[in-house]
């Protein structure tokens, strides 16, 4: 399918508490001259403030009074930047176990994961479990900041135990490429400026990495086109049209689509995107469409090109439990998918993953935070396509019904991994 | 079937069309939802975006100021102009009227009123029901605005609880809400100043007339200009001058500085906007110096 023109690569940091997240970020934007004046001096009056030196780089991002009272990230902060290459979206997420939810969603969307660890320390659970997650979001490219090397006298030993460790989970979660940078975020080496304590060390540094990566793969996909119908808009003099956002690939005007799930044929007639007419709908585009036939379509239905997507009421799904009170079988919520919301119960728990192990074991529940595989069951039928074909027709978050809180995140089918 | 060659979507494009998705989505999800509409830039596209969601039907939703009785003239004109223009329905929050009816303390004549604007925006969501209230508020703005959500649920007090955050993944919206609760929707999230000026050149988006360069008398105060005017007056040692300036963000006029600049049109604003080093709140809004977690702190309170 055709990327957007535009070069924005989005990139979640992920990994374990105290690792240097959002130090590292801070260094990455500081040493790229990201930061106004006035937002430097702020991270430095708190710095000041608080005793941690001139300028205590997580600070850029730790913006809220807990975080910077506490030295952690509660939940992601979104920043925006730009080198002469590309235009980056950063979303630097928590990694204490009790902000998991948030990871995911900092991760939901990104092209990337920048995995920050502590180099000494080498892989913690928690670390695992971020790249668990991130690979069962669909995230394929993974950079690796060997963090504090500094604090490891620049042991290429060291380094090198972290390359081993991050490729064996690497070939199991099936990232495509894994680059490990020695780095220290503290001093800055192998940030933005390369480092020059690793005489041993070769490759890039993690802005390089981070400009080389290939952007736009969170929105690709190998399902046919798809426009989940948002609304019906009524037109002067009669008729109407359907508006929504492509995903999946593109609609061309003439060509014949199918209404989901009532699995109706009809032929585009005409659309309309945000700055008028276009012969082509393409992915990300919010636009809205004529068709030639009356037909009764409306919100939380789909328009698709082949191949199609399955309509279905009982599905397998993957999900990240996100509630203290652990899912057990037979639970009721309301689904949210695509354009639309139908209550759910669950059928059966097929088991749970353990992300030391990787392997899936048998549960009776699944707990807080934990990764489990769940037959699902809907009262209205959704349209799917599986995740690993079209990440925004195959995934879905599941909601508490009396608090309306969102306790899942479920992605259609299951992972090559699991 | 057509063989056109495919159109360049450019990064504006996108953040476009998902702004028009979620504006679709929390209209879709919520009964009353309303525009939180400043005459501000920010709101001004947003208005603009939400106009363009729903064409060629009128805006579902009314729009509502939250008016803090310090206006500047070309800024209430300019709101009233598109009220009229596009036939859009305007509820007044009045900080005025919560100042006379004894619902906030009085602050003076020359008191600051940002704070008050909270109450003033509670009561009116209260007053109308509305369980859903757009805003123009972008990631880029600051610090505590870095993190929150698209869709912010705000609980029965009409506070953000930062540590308890709906997760809010892919592309997936969730906008329910009980009885009392609302949620603040901010389809600018992801846009930097930059993208709202830059999309305001392409689309020619209305804008009022203080963002563009005139000559006018102002005071430094607290290291920042103020328009000399009905609201603000100079004070022992406070020397009034002339300068050419313009105001770079629109907000209550007793705390809105402005910046010198001889920038008249867009092209040279957006010059302007991209070599300069200090940030859109640092350079124009008094009241977020008073302290660390100035915004944090508002937004508890149930500030947009």
Same mark, same amino acid.
């Given at each position: 399918?055709?990327?957007?023109?535009?070069?924005?690569?989005?990139?979640?940091t992920?990994?374990?508490?105290?690792?240097?997240?959002?130090?590292?970020?801070?260094?990455?934007?500081?040493d790229?001259?990201?930061?106004?004046?006035?937002?430097?001096?702020?991270?430095?009056?708190?710095s000041?403030?608080?005793?941690?030196g001139?300028?205590?780089?997580?600070?850029?991002?730790?913006?809220?009074?807990?975080?910077?009272?506490?030295?952690?990230?509660?939940?992601?902060?979104?920043?925006?930047?730009?080198?002469?290459?590309?235009?980056?979206?950063?979303?630097?997420?928590?990694?204490?176990?009790?902000?998991?939810r948030?990871?995911?969603t900092?991760?939901?969307?990104?092209?990337?994961?920048?995995?920050?660890?502590?180099?000494?320390k080498?892989?913690? @659970?928690? +670390?695992?479990?971020?790249?668990?997650?991130?690979?069962?979001? =669909? #995230?394929?490219? %993974?950079?690796? $900041?060997?963090n504090?090397?500094?604090?490891?006298k620049?042991?290429?030993?060291?380094?090198?135990?972290?390359?081993d460790?991050?490729?064996?989970?690497?070939?199991?979660?099936?990232f495509?490429?894994?680059?490990?940078?020695?780095?220290?975020?503290?001093?800055?080496?192998?940030?933005?400026?390369?480092?020059?304590?690793?005489?041993?060390?070769?490759?890039?540094?993690?802005?390089?990495?981070?400009?080389?990566?290939?952007?736009?793969?969170?929105?690709?996909?190998?399902?046919?086109?798809?426009?989940?119908?948002?609304?019906?808009?009524?037109?002067?003099?009669?008729?109407?049209?359907?508006?929504?956002?492509?995903?999946?690939? @593109?609609? +061309?005007?003439?060509?014949?689509?199918?209404?989901?799930?009532? =699995? #109706?044929?009809? %032929?585009?007639? $005409?659309?309309?995107?945000?700055?008028?007419?276009?012969e082509?709908?393409?992915?990300?585009?919010?636009?809205?469409?004529?068709?030639?036939?009356?037909?009764?379509?409306?919100?939380?239905?789909?328009?698709?090109?082949a191949?199609?997507?399955?309509?279905?009421?009982?599905?397998?799904a993957?999900?990240?439990?996100?509630?203290?009170?652990?899912?057990?079988?037979?639970?009721?919520?309301?689904?949210?998918?695509?354009?639309?919301?139908?209550?759910?119960?669950?059928?059966?728990?097929?088991?749970?993953?353990?992300?030391?192990?990787?392997?899936?074991?048998?549960?009776?529940?699944?707990?807080?935070?934990?990764?489990?595989?769940?037959?699902?069951?809907?009262?209205?039928?959704?349209?799917?396509?599986?995740?690993?074909?079209?990440? %925004?027709t195959g995934?879905?978050?599941?909601?508490?019904?009396?608090?309306?809180?969102?306790?899942?995140?479920?992605?259609?089918?299951?992972?090559?991994?699991? | 079937?057509?063989?056109?060659?495919?159109?360049?979507?450019?990064?504006?494009?996108?953040?476009?069309?998902?702004?028009i998705?979620?504006?679709?989505?929390?209209?879709?999800?919520?009964?009353?939802?309303?525009?939180?509409?400043?005459?501000?830039?920010?709101?001004?596209?947003?208005?603009?975006?939400?106009v363009?969601?729903?064409?060629?039907?009128?805006?579902?939703?009314?729009?509502?100021?939250?008016?803090?009785?310090?206006?500047f003239?070309?800024?209430?004109?300019?709101?009233?102009?598109?009220?009229?223009?596009l036939?859009?329905?305007?509820?007044?929050?009045?900080?005025?009227?919560a100042?006379?009816?004894?619902?906030?303390?009085?602050?003076?004549?020359?008191?600051?009123?940002?704070?008050?604007?909270?109450?003033?925006?509670?009561?009116?969501?209260?007053?109308?029901?509305?369980?859903?209230?757009?805003?123009?508020?972008?990631?880029?703005e600051?610090?505590?605005?870095?993190?929150?959500?698209?869709?912010?649920?705000?609980?029965?007090?009409?506070?953000?609880?930062?540590?308890?955050?709906?997760?809010?993944?892919?592309?997936?919206?969730?906008?329910?809400?009980n009885?009392?609760?609302?949620?603040?929707?901010?389809?600018?999230?992801d846009?930097?100043?930059?993208?709202?000026?830059?999309?305001?050149?392409?689309?020619?988006?209305?804008?009022?007339?203080?963002?563009?360069?005139?000559?006018?008398?102002?005071?430094?105060?607290?290291?920042?200009?103020?328009?000399?005017?009905?609201?603000?007056?100079?004070?022992?040692?406070?020397?009034?001058?002339?300068?050419?300036?313009?105001?770079?963000?629109?907000?209550?006029?007793?705390?809105?500085?402005?910046?010198r600049?001889?920038?008249?049109?867009?092209?040279?604003?957006?010059?302007?906007?991209?070599?300069?080093?200090?940030?859109?709140?640092?350079?124009?809004?008094?009241d977020?110096?008073?302290?660390?977690?100035?915004m944090?702190?508002?937004?508890?309170?149930?500030?947009f």
């Amino acid at each position: 399918m055709t990327e957007p023109t535009s070069d924005l690569l989005r990139f979640a940091t992920v990994g374990s508490v105290d690792d240097g997240k959002s130090t590292l970020i801070g260094r990455l934007l500081v040493d790229t001259r990201q930061l106004f004046d006035d937002q430097l001096e702020a991270v430095a009056t708190a710095s000041a403030k608080r005793g941690v030196g001139d300028l205590d780089l997580s600070f850029v991002t730790d913006g809220l009074r807990a975080e910077r009272d506490q030295g952690i990230t509660i939940d992601v902060a979104y920043r925006y930047a730009a080198t002469p290459t590309r235009k980056f979206v950063i979303a630097d997420c928590p990694g204490h176990v009790q902000y998991t939810r948030n990871m995911a969603t900092g991760a939901s969307t990104a092209d990337v994961a920048l995995v920050v660890l502590d180099a000494s320390k080498g892989l913690k @659970e928690q +670390t695992r479990r971020h790249l668990c997650i991130a690979a069962l979001l =669909g #995230v394929r490219n %993974v950079i690796v $900041a060997a963090n504090k090397m500094d604090v490891a006298k620049w042991d290429e030993a060291v380094y090198l135990a972290v390359v081993d460790q991050v490729n064996e989970v690497s070939a199991r979660l099936g990232f495509t490429s894994s680059v490990v940078i020695p780095v220290s975020a503290l001093a800055g080496d192998n940030v933005v400026d390369p480092g020059f304590m690793a005489n041993w060390y070769q490759g890039p540094t993690v802005l390089q990495a981070l400009e080389a990566a290939p952007a736009g793969s969170w929105a690709s996909s190998s399902s046919g086109a798809r426009l989940p119908i948002q609304w019906v808009l009524r037109q002067h003099g009669g008729g109407r049209t359907y508006a929504g956002m492509v995903n999946g690939g @593109e609609f +061309t005007v003439g060509q014949e689509v199918t209404l989901m799930p009532q =699995g #109706v044929t009809t %032929v585009l007639k $005409a659309i309309k995107g945000p700055r008028g007419g276009l012969e082509v709908a393409m992915p990300g585009l919010s636009v809205d469409f004529d068709l030639s036939d009356e037909t009764d379509a409306g919100r939380s239905d789909m328009l698709a090109t082949a191949p199609l997507p399955t309509s279905t009421n009982e599905f397998e799904a993957t999900i990240c439990w996100f509630s203290d009170k652990p899912l057990v079988n037979g639970a009721r919520l309301r689904l949210k998918h695509t354009t639309r919301s139908t209550p759910v119960r669950v059928t059966g728990i097929a088991g749970t993953l353990d992300v030391g192990t990787l392997d899936v074991g048998p549960a009776a529940e699944i707990a807080l935070n934990e990764i489990g595989l769940v037959h699902l069951a809907t009262a209205d039928p959704i349209v799917v396509d599986d995740y690993r074909d079209n990440r %925004v027709t195959g995934s879905f978050i599941l909601i508490d019904e009396v608090t309306n809180a969102t306790v899942a995140a479920g992605m259609i089918g299951h992972a090559n991994f699991l | 079937m057509s063989t056109s060659t495919h159109p360049q979507i450019d990064h504006l494009d996108l953040l476009e069309s998902h702004a028009i998705f979620i504006i679709r989505e929390v209209v879709a999800e919520c009964e009353r939802p309303v525009l939180l509409f400043s005459g501000g830039k920010d709101s001004a596209v947003l208005l603009h975006l939400a106009v363009k969601a729903f064409a060629p039907q009128k805006l579902p939703f009314p729009v509502m100021h939250v008016d803090t009785g310090h206006n500047f003239p070309e800024v209430l004109a300019y709101r009233d102009e598109r009220v009229a223009t596009l036939g859009l329905r305007l509820e007044v929050a009045s900080v005025q009227q919560a100042i006379d009816q004894g619902r906030v303390p009085d602050p003076g004549p020359l008191g600051m009123r940002n704070q008050l604007q909270t109450r003033a925006l509670l009561d009116g969501i209260e007053k109308h029901k509305f369980d859903a209230a757009f805003g123009g508020a972008r990631r880029d703005e600051d610090k505590a605005r870095a993190k929150e959500r698209v869709l912010s649920f705000r609980g029965a007090f009409g506070g953000w609880d930062p540590k308890s955050q709906r997760p809010e993944l892919w592309q997936l919206y969730q906008g329910k809400v009980n009885t009392g609760e609302n949620l603040r929707a901010f389809p600018l999230s992801d846009w930097t100043e930059l993208d709202v000026w830059n999309y305001i050149r392409r689309e020619n988006v209305p804008l009022p007339s203080i963002y563009f360069a005139h000559e006018r008398p102002v005071l430094k105060r607290d290291n920042m200009w103020l328009a000399v005017g009905e609201f603000i007056h100079p004070q022992q040692g406070e020397v009034v001058e002339r300068h050419l300036v313009r105001f770079r963000t629109v907000g209550d006029a007793s705390c809105t500085g402005a910046v010198r600049s001889g920038a008249d049109n867009l092209d040279a604003i957006i010059a302007e906007i991209s070599v300069t080093n200090v940030s859109e709140r640092g350079a124009t809004r008094a009241d977020d110096r008073f302290s660390e977690t100035a915004m944090e702190d508002r937004k508890r309170e149930g500030y947009f």
